[in-house]
T-cell receptor, first 116, second 113 residues
Framework: GENVEQHPSTLSVQEGDSAVIKCTYS??????FPWYKQELGKGPQLIID?????GEKKDQRIAVTLNKTAKHFSLHITETQPEDSAVYFC???????????????FGQGTILTVHP | DAGITQSPRHKVTETGTPVTLRCHQT?????MYWYRQDPGHGLRLIHY???????DKGEVSDGYSVSRSKTEDFLLTLESATSSQTSVYFC????????????FGQGTRLTVV
């Protein structure tokens, strides 16, 4: 089955700096890669996603890049703010046989702390 | 949050007792999921459903069963709770399944003593 590795496990930055979180996956059939943000005491919430036919996607201060050949994808947050502090999860969804039923394999998570 | 309500939000139970966690949605999304979250493991899929009475196993299904008799409810049962099942459990749903956003509930913190 799919295996997703996420690094780093913790990341501390100053407000205004950029933050980068990296993930690798093992199943070449995976074709959907979402990123979730989890605030304390809450469930994860989708912040951005990318599909395998796209190399990069941006949404304001966040961007995601995908390298299918190397099987890795990354989350980039620019001009970080204290409210970006949270746990971030990458995930991969395989589509072998035409459907994944929306099942996700998650990375281990990254605790991002943005210091004012 | 796609109208997901999990109950209870917190529960402490003894080893060997059965436990049922409930997930209720108001959006009538076809796909529903149960994940557990543990430090160092992220979220891992326990079971999922792709329609009423249609369920299948996920990555960590041993010791768990599920039922979905109505579109809006997805129940997770621990037949005989063990300490290794102490975790935070999240229910999620998705409208389309493939390549679609999953919406998560607030979670249930279960402690097995």
């Amino acid at each position: 089955g799919e295996n997703v590795e996420q690094h780093p496990s913790t990341l501390s930055v100053q407000e205004g700096d950029s933050a980068v979180i990296k993930c690798t996956y093992s199943d070449s059939a995976s074709n959907y890669f979402p990123w979730y943000k989890q605030e304390l005491g809450k469930g994860p919430q989708l912040i951005i996603d990318i599909r395998s036919n796209v190399g990069e996607k941006k949404d304001q201060r966040i961007a995601v890049t995908l390298n299918k050949t190397a099987k890795h994808f990354s989350l980039h947050i620019t001009e970080t703010q204290p409210e970006d502090s949270a746990v971030y999860f990458c995930a991969a969804s395989p589509n072998a046989g035409g459907t994944s039923y929306g099942k996700l394999t998650f990375g281990q998570g990254t605790i991002l702390t943005v210091h004012p | 949050d796609a109208g997901i309500t999990q109950s209870p939000r917190h529960k402490v139970t003894e080893t060997g007792t059965p436990v049922t966690l409930r997930c209720h949605q108001t959006e009538n999304h076809r796909y529903m999921y149960w994940y557990r979250q543990d430090p160092g493991h992220g979220l891992r899929l326990i079971h999922y459903s792709y329609g009423v009475k249609d369920t299948d196993k996920g990555e960590v299904s041993d010791g768990y069963s599920v039922s979905r008799s109505k579109t809006e409810d997805f129940l997770l049962t621990l037949e005989s709770a063990t300490s290794s099942q102490t975790s935070v459990y999240f229910c999620a749903n998705s409208l389309q399944g493939n390549e679609a956003e999953a919406f998560f509930g607030q979670g249930t913190r279960l402690t097995v003593v």
